[in-house]
């Protein structure tokens, strides 16, 4: 791509993959927005991102040439994995022998996966002790002949302790491009995840299960915008919100797994204005409610299983209700059945015969929606009352579920349904509704930063200020490695957890660092 | 010798789960991850079969028990998982000590995966596991056994680690010994397999804590064929629920090698108003309400989520967590004077009398 086709490029589009809508935004360079869209995700997940893609460009016409820069959040890598398709094999190297063989690489996946996945495995001597000492030499002969046996697409490579020496994850990757050749992409899990050495070389694997499929997406979205006459630099977002390059997203697409949570709740941030709230993303099933920090999405401390394989990888804590525009009402109760996309044929506002929450939300004045007013009569009147005051039950238990004791909060409703949110929670300092909520997620897509995380051991042994600036240094260098400018990368996030059972005072430290696109 | 009977009941890959489940709880906080664990005992099911889970009566006065766990720190433990082999190390050089092999393992500790783990151990010796365990939940340091509270002697001490080193501590007493393995852990790289107490079946009788394996696996049971998970918990463990609340301030350091911290939780529901702070050392030690003590170590104190009756470990706390927290009495062994000497609360350093659960109204 040429830098001329993005001089003086002024809009940018974001563009985000959901369940049911693929939503697309254009922003001008004061952050308006310019056009916007929302089509039907398609099952190849391809089709509906170029069905909003065309639709957004169609609204800005001729400036559609001044696109410059393109952030997509998608769900293709999820897809992937949960259907077990486009996978790659893997052969998986790990160093650490004779420890960490109590349990093997793979161990716990689901057959079919692991099926799917596997080239090989191996444990040979290497890896390093908490202090930074080896465990054993590196067995570099047992890794060469491992690998002259295997057939595969990718390696992932983990080492025992990489996160602090991630040195002789390196020196393995030398010894795979010179066995394999440099085409073979290599997955180096000091690079993926944090401390814990299952979830982090599980992590790994499926990066490596994933070259493929970030090879076809990636594709696919530079020739549906060179179909258009478009070079525009492409972003990825990631699980925490943060925006990747396009050929950063190729080495590590396991990173773009769950990022739509992050671009709704940034979204919210974005259009509201409002840095510290709980946001509310009312779809047509459920709603999803998150908690926003400075600007940033409140973490799940949790492991997070990606089709029933657990990984060590930091989410936006989301508590989903079943309670959305297309819920059912039934005497007493609201969903978790829905309507979903059949809304406007099923629901009474739309001349259907399913009372659905919308009706409610309607006949209690909050919402104008619909093709004809709510059929008069007692009994449905009393039925949909009784349901709008279950859902704001719904809600506030909801709210308070996910706050913690702060009673000032506003709460930031975004999402296709976010009507049906009452004006009033209790726990809740007031309901913020900003214009273009219903596009949230493709905004939160097109106005993320670029950011780079690190996680790392502070053992007893060095100098502890030493080790944590090297920690932040690091992070500060993945965010510009993803695209960030390099100088004005900050470090958002330093938490310091003291670990038991060591002698002196040693902590684990996570280092999260985010800056504007360069 | 082992006469295996008909009737004897085997550990199965579907027990895994359920007994991870059971012994995060009896973990109160500490005892290290399960999940690990539980990957370590389902694969070693699958490599090397089933395990016999027997009592002391299936056993022989003269067979030999080997009470196992890990010591070390649980990160480390996490990322430096164990080896194959440190079973068969510790087993090798007991029978040399005592001069015949081992006829059982024993879960040294049976909360948090050190309770899971020798299903691993034992599948990987061919030995049964016996249905005992030396604390009938999780305690940090190494004199805290119900053997020590009994009396007897902890040497020899058998440690093992990732790299084949074998150490045979013989310590003057349990106080000790607790120093020594501990160092000699450091130097394995925080991470270790220990044998302490190994003795005779004739022996454990009254010194070790019976039925603890089979009561994780019910605890884990009873939590997952219920919808109502949190009175299932409480009623298979006999418990008080001290309060249904969220976690509303955390403070915590390491001093010593050891966590300590303060958790607030704010009550919810009906229990709004109400607000309990738990003292934390690894594991979760004394409950006050306004100064008032409702629950003290050795007695258990368990913190679970309120929807899934699942245990929350200390270093996975988080503000804003909705948690209930539950309270239940210790085996007897530990109300004895030796046992609360070893355990009670001034054992932590807290200036508070052992109040048994049963008496604070």
């Given at each position: 791509m040429s830098d001329d086709g993005r001089a003086g490029s002024a809009l940018r589009v974001g563009i985000d993959v959901g369940g049911t809508n693929t939503d697309a935004v254009v922003l001008d360079a004061g952050d308006r927005i310019v056009a916007r869209a929302k089509r039907p995700t398609s099952p190849d997940v391809t089709g509906g991102l170029r069905d909003a893609l065309d639709a957004v460009l169609a609204e800005v016409g001729e400036r559609g040439r001044e696109v410059g820069r393109v952030m997509l959040g998608t769900t293709h890598a999820t897809n992937a994995i949960l259907e077990r398709r486009s996978l790659g094999r893997v052969a998986v190297v790990r160093l650490g022998a004779p420890a960490t063989r109590s349990i093997p690489p793979l161990t716990g996946w689901p057959e079919d996966l692991r099926h799917a996945v596997s080239a090989g495995e191996i444990i040979v001597g290497g890896g390093h002790f908490v202090d930074g000492r080896p465990i054993a030499p590196l067995e570099r002969a047992g890794i060469r002949r491992f690998l002259a046996g295997v057939e595969a697409d990718a390696v992932a490579v983990t080492g025992v302790f990489s996160p602090a020496n991630p040195d002789q994850e390196h020196e393995v990757a030398e010894i795979v491009r010179e066995e394999l050749g440099g085409g073979t992409p290599i997955s180096l899990s000091h690079e993926i995840g944090s401390l814990g050495l299952v979830e982090r070389e599980n992590a790994a694997v499926l990066n490596a299960a994933l070259y493929g499929v970030a090879r076809d997406v990636t594709g696919a979205l530079r020739d549906a915008l060179a179909g258009r006459g478009l070079a525009p630099a492409t972003y990825f977002t990631q699980n925490d919100g943060t925006l990747m390059a396009v050929d950063h997203a190729a080495r590590y697409p396991v990173l773009t797994?769950?990022?739509?949570?992050?671009?709704?709740?940034?979204?919210?941030?974005?259009?509201?204005?409002?840095?510290?709230?709980?946001?509310?993303?009312?779809?047509?099933?459920?709603?999803?409610?998150?908690?926003?920090?400075?600007?940033?999405?409140?973490?799940?401390?949790?492991?997070?299983d990606i089709g029933g394989v657990t990984t060590g990888f930091r989410m936006p804590d989301i508590l989903a209700i079943a309670l959305g525009g297309g819920s059912v009402v039934r005497d007493g109760a609201v969903g978790p059945r829905s309507v979903g996309h059949r809304l406007t044929r099923e629901a009474l506002v739309f001349g259907g015969p399913t009372p659905t929450m919308t009706d409610a939300a309607v006949a209690a004045g909050r919402g104008r929606v619909g093709t004809r007013p709510v059929p008069a009569g007692e009994d449905?009147?009393?039925?949909?009352a009784a349901a709008v005051r279950r859902a704001d039950a719904m809600v506030a238990d909801a709210v308070d579920r996910v706050l913690f004791g702060r009673a000032d909060r506003p709460l930031v409703a975004v999402g296709g349904g976010a009507f049906i949110v009452p004006g009033a929670i209790p726990g809740v300092g007031e309901v913020v509704r900003p214009r273009d909520a219903d596009v949230a997620n493709a905004v939160g897509a097109a106005v993320a930063l670029a950011g780079g995380r690190f996680d790392t051991i502070?053992?007893?042994?060095?100098?502890?200020?030493?080790?944590?600036?090297?920690?932040?240094?690091?992070?500060?260098?993945?965010?510009?490695?993803?695209?960030?400018d390099p100088s004005k990368v900050e470090i958002v996030e330093l938490a310091e957890v003291p670990l038991s059972y060591l002698e002196g005072p040693a902590v684990r430290v996570h280092v999260k660092a985010v800056g504007p696109l360069k | 010798m082992i006469f295996i009977m008909e009737a004897t009941r085997f550990l199965t890959l579907d027990d895994v789960a359920p007994l991870a489940r059971g012994c995060a709880v009896l973990g109160t906080g500490g005892g290290g991850d399960v999940r690990s664990a539980a990957l370590a005992a389902g694969r070693a099911i699958r490599e090397y079969g089933e395990v016999p889970l027997v009592g002391l009566d299936d056993l022989d006065d003269g067979d030999l028990i080997l009470p196992l766990g890990s010591i070390g720190a649980p990160t480390v433990g996490h990322e430096m998982i164990h080896g194959d082999d440190e079973p068969e190390l510790i087993r090798r050089e007991a029978e040399r000590l005592f001069g015949r092999a081992p006829a059982a393992v024993m879960p040294s500790e049976i909360g948090g995966g050190n309770g899971v783990h020798p299903v691993a151990w034992a599948a990987r010796l061919g030995l049964p596991l016996l249905d005992a365990d030396g604390m009938g939940r999780a305690f940090p340091e190494v004199q805290m056994v119900s053997m020590f509270v009994a009396g007897l002697p902890p040497t020899p001490i058998v440690m093992a680690d990732v790299v084949g080193n074998v150490t045979t501590v013989r310590p003057v007493d349990g106080l000790w010994a607790e120093r020594i393995a501990r160092a000699v852990c450091v130097a394995a790289g925080s991470s270790a397999l220990m044998a302490d107490y190994i003795l005779p079946v004739g022996e454990a009788r009254g010194a070790v804590i019976e039925g603890t394996v089979g009561l994780a696996l019910a605890l884990g049971r009873a939590v997952e064929r219920t919808a109502a998970p949190l009175?299932?918990?409480?009623?298979?463990?006999?418990?008080?629920?001290?309060?249904?609340?969220?976690?509303?301030?955390?403070?915590?350091?390491?001093?010593?090698?050891?966590?300590?911290?303060?958790?607030?939780?704010?009550?919810?529901?009906?229990?709004?108003?109400?607000?309990?702070?738990?003292?934390?050392?690894?594991?979760?030690?004394?409950?006050?309400?306004?100064?008032?003590?409702?629950?003290t170590v050795p007695d258990l104190i368990g913190i679970v989520d309120t929807q899934t009756a699942s245990a929350v470990q200390t270093e996975g706390l988080r503000y804003g967590q909705r948690v209930s927290v539950l309270a239940w009495p210790c085996d007897p062994l530990w109300r004895t004077p030796r046992g609360i000497a070893t355990a009670g609360p001034r054992a932590f350093g807290y200036d508070l009398d052992y109040i048994p659960l049963e008496d604070i109204t």
């Open positions: 797994i769950g990022s739509g949570p992050a671009n709704s709740l940034r979204g919210a941030v974005f259009l509201s204005g409002v840095p510290d709230a709980v946001v509310a993303d009312v779809g047509g099933t459920s709603t999803d409610l998150g908690v926003l920090v400075g600007g940033s999405p409140r973490e799940s401390s949790a492991a997070v449905v009147a009393r039925r949909l502070v053992g007893a042994r060095g100098d502890r200020e030493a080790a944590i600036e090297r920690a932040g240094r690091e992070a500060a260098d993945r965010a510009v490695a993803a695209g960030a | 009175a299932a918990l409480a009623a298979e463990l006999g418990a008080k629920i001290l309060v249904n609340g969220k976690i509303t301030d955390l403070r915590r350091e390491t001093t010593g090698g050891f966590a300590r911290g303060t958790v607030t939780i704010t009550g919810v529901g009906e229990d709004r108003d109400r607000a309990l702070t738990l003292e934390i050392q690894n594991e979760n030690l004394v409950a006050t309400e306004d100064g008032r003590v409702l629950a």
